[in-house]
């Protein structure tokens, strides 16, 4: 079945600096990829959605890029900011399956 | 537009007594969703319903646990008995359709003792 991989380190940067947050994935090829935002307490929240034909998606500050060979999504924040921490979760297509998560924190 | 409503929105209970979440998608979704999220991990879909149809219930536990959606709106989703594993918090998403973007509610924290 297939597997979602996010980083288990929770990842800390500083206020201004660019955060990248990574989902890898198996035995799959997914039509798209989401990635979502959750809060603590709180339901996720989607954010960006990646197809397979797509090697870019840009959303403001947010980025998302999908490379199929590598089996890899990457998502970055530019310019983070404190009101950017969260936990972070990647999902694979209609399959539903959900990643993890990686938890962001941004200090000012 | 109301977002996804769930209730209770905390629950304790002991170990096998019976429980049960409501949720209220958002007007017009065909399609709801309930998930379990433990405490560090992402959410694990239990059961998708398309109206009032179920597509994938493939990892519920159908030993102990229960949903339905009457009339293709309102869904309810039951634990009986519970065991202390199932301590998670209960998700209840929704979309127009099922290849959308889903829409989550708050959540159900449950505590079994």
């Known amino acids: 079945s297939q597997k979602i991989e996010q980083n288990s380190e929770a990842l800390n940067i500083q206020e201004g600096k660019t955060a990248t947050l990574t989902c890898n994935y198996t035995?799959?090829?997914?039509?798209?990829l989401q990635w979502y935002r959750q809060d603590p307490g709180r339901g996720p929240v989607f954010l960006l959605l990646?197809?397979?034909?797509?090697k870019e998606k840009r959303k403001e500050r947010l980025k998302v890029t999908f490379d199929t060979t590598l089996k890899q999504s990457l998502f970055h924040i530019t310019a983070s900011q404190p009101a950017d921490s969260a936990t972070y979760l990647c999902?694979?297509?209609?399959?539903?399956?959900f990643g993890k998560g990686t938890m962001l924190l941004v200090s000012p | 537009e109301a977002g996804v409503a769930q209730s209770p929105r905390y629950k304790i209970i002991e170990k096998r007594q019976s429980v049960a979440f409501w949720c209220n998608p958002i007007?017009?979704?065909?399609?709801l969703y309930w998930y379990q999220q433990i405490l560090g991990q992402g959410p694990k879909l239990l059961i998708q319903?398309?109206?009032?149809?179920?597509?994938?219930d493939s990892q519920l536990p159908k030993d102990r646990f229960s949903a339905e959606r009457l009339k293709g709106v309102d869904s309810t989703l039951k634990i009986q008995p519970a065991k202390l594993e199932d301590s998670a918090v209960y998700l209840c998403?929704?979309?127009?359709?099922?290849?959308?973007?889903?829409?989550f509610g708050p959540g159900t924290r449950l505590l079994v003792l």
């Open positions: 998403a929704s979309s127009r359709d099922r290849v959308e973007t889903q829409y």
């Open positions: 035995n799959y090829s997914p039509a798209y």
């Open positions: 990646i197809r397979e034909n797509e």
């Open positions: 999902a694979l297509d209609s399959t539903l399956t």
């Open positions: 007007s017009g979704h065909a399609t």
């Open positions: 319903f398309q109206n009032n149809g179920v597509v994938d």
